[in-house]
């Protein structure tokens, strides 16, 4: 297990947490390690617009599509690293990686609206079969922190839906893509059995 | 959205003052094995708060949060001497979620729009300590230093210029019933709550399981508690079922 590291947040809980399940990562930086990746988790925090700019000035934007397009290499994004690999995101207004049929949109809401960012546990409703969500209790919950949500528009990727304020993908794959908003190095043992899941899927 | 149960270890030089009793931890002052017990228990987040604070513990403190980092299973916020951006800076990179800032933040309130500027809304939280004084307009004093040194400030004023920099969350700390576990201060967190947008954190004060419940009741969404959870008083579990029957909605 490889885990990105572009400079966009503290990647040792991640490590961390796949080395609770057994399963040993390293943290990686350079487009050569990516392209000879066997499995790619994408973290992150931060600014999506500054994020894409990192990827590219440091050759791994590039890397990756050949990676995940070509060589179809397993590949978890996490909150901001799933919000990466849509089309777009209001975050700057940038491009992303496009690999899913989706936009990155900026919570609105009224006054009377819940509040922004979402941050807290909540649950998710499943919609499709995915190794992901394989094993997890029916209420299950897990830890978000965002205030951009993904829109899919391409609704078959969705695998998993959360309601706050309004209904957003809280998980997506398309093949050998994966992506979940929430943290599962911090959503303890639900969130333990995703990152388990997606290690020996 | 559940609400959240957070533990809260006291530190000092590296160690938990008050240590965990309420599993069989080898250690009961070590953070890291505090912190696993709390996260097995169900805590839903983890408060750290550095309660002495001084130059020379900084470094002891540092190499506590990325132990403590690799050892959460839950979000956890580091709080006490945070004064400027270089120190949450410090913080975070040693793997902390959050940063908790309050006497820097009301000496310069600047530091708080820095913070959020640097590291996003999400990762600043505000705390305030306050006591009574019927004499400012909300019944409530700000207290800085540790709770030391008055300042004259209105609490509910103060609060409301924090939730202005688009802090997501807001931690008042009672001085009037901190430690007593006589209950949460529930005027203080209403009036508080009343007055901002940002999630209120319950502080200090928790005894019994209604005084869970009445936090929540008041508006409350982080109910924070040190002693109960460490003198085995109150069990996470035990809680957790308790504000489930009587309505709240708990990670369980």
Request: net charge neutral; proline share 4%; charged share 20%.
């Amino acid at each position: 297990m490889d885990i990105i590291d572009y400079g966009m947040g503290n990647l040792r809980s991640v490590q961390k947490a796949f080395q609770r399940i057994g399963t040993t990562s390293r943290i990686i930086a350079s487009p050569d390690e990516v392209l000879h990746s066997a499995k790619l988790v994408l973290p992150g925090v931060g600014h999506f617009a500054r994020a894409i700019q990192i990827l590219k000035s440091r050759g791994l934007f590039d890397a990756l599509n050949q990676a995940v397009l070509v060589k179809k290499t397993p590949i978890l994004g996490i909150c901001l690293g799933m919000q990466l690999m849509t089309g777009f995101s209001e975050e700057g207004d940038a491009a992303g990686l496009g690999w899913i049929n989706a936009r990155t949109k900026k919570f609105v809401f009224t006054d009377k609206g819940p509040r922004i960012p979402h941050m807290g546990w909540n649950g998710i409703s499943i919609l499709k079969n995915s190794p992901l969500l394989n094993n997890l209790a029916p209420d299950a919950l897990f830890y978000f922190v965002h205030s951009y949500y993904v829109a899919c528009d391409q609704e078959d990727t969705i695998i998993s839906r959360t309601c706050y304020g309004t209904t957003f993908a809280s998980a997506f794959q398309h093949e050998n893509i994966y992506g979940c908003q929430f943290h599962p190095e911090k959503s303890h043992d639900a969130g333990l059995q995703i990152l388990k899941n997606f290690a020996y899927r | 959205m559940t609400v959240k149960i957070m533990p809260c270890l006291d530190m000092q030089n590296g160690r938990v003052v008050k240590g965990v009793q309420f599993v069989d931890i080898r250690d009961a002052g070590d953070p890291v094995e505090c912190c696993r017990a709390y996260c097995n228990a169900g805590a839903d987040e983890l408060a750290l708060l550095d309660i002495t604070a001084t130059v020379e513990g900084r470094a002891t403190m540092l190499d506590v949060v990325k132990k403590v980092a690799e050892a959460a299973t839950v979000p956890f916020t580091v709080g006490g001497g945070i004064s400027d951006v270089k120190s949450a800076a410090a913080v975070l990179a040693a793997g902390a979620d959050k940063i908790s800032t309050s006497s820097a933040a009301f000496r310069k309130p600047d530091v708080i729009a820095e913070m959020v500027k640097e590291f996003g809304a999400d990762r600043v939280t505000v705390a305030i300590d306050a006591a009574v004084n019927a004499n400012l307009p909300s019944g409530y004093e700000v207290y800085i230093d540790g709770g030391r040194t008055a300042t004259g400030a209105d609490a509910v004023e103060w609060a409301k210029k924090v939730d202005g920099f688009g802090v997501p969350v807001i931690l008042p700390t009672s001085k009037t019933t901190d430690g007593v576990k006589t209950g949460y201060d529930l005027p203080l967190i209403r009036k508080i709550k009343a007055a901002v947008s940002a999630e209120v954190v319950a502080s200090g004060g928790a005894g019994t399981l209604e005084h869970f419940y009445d936090a929540a009741e008041a508006g409350a969404t982080i109910l924070l508690a040190a002693s109960v959870f460490h003198f085995n008083i109150i069990a996470i579990p035990e809680l957790k079922a308790y504000l489930k029957s009587r309505g709240v909605d708990v990670r369980e």
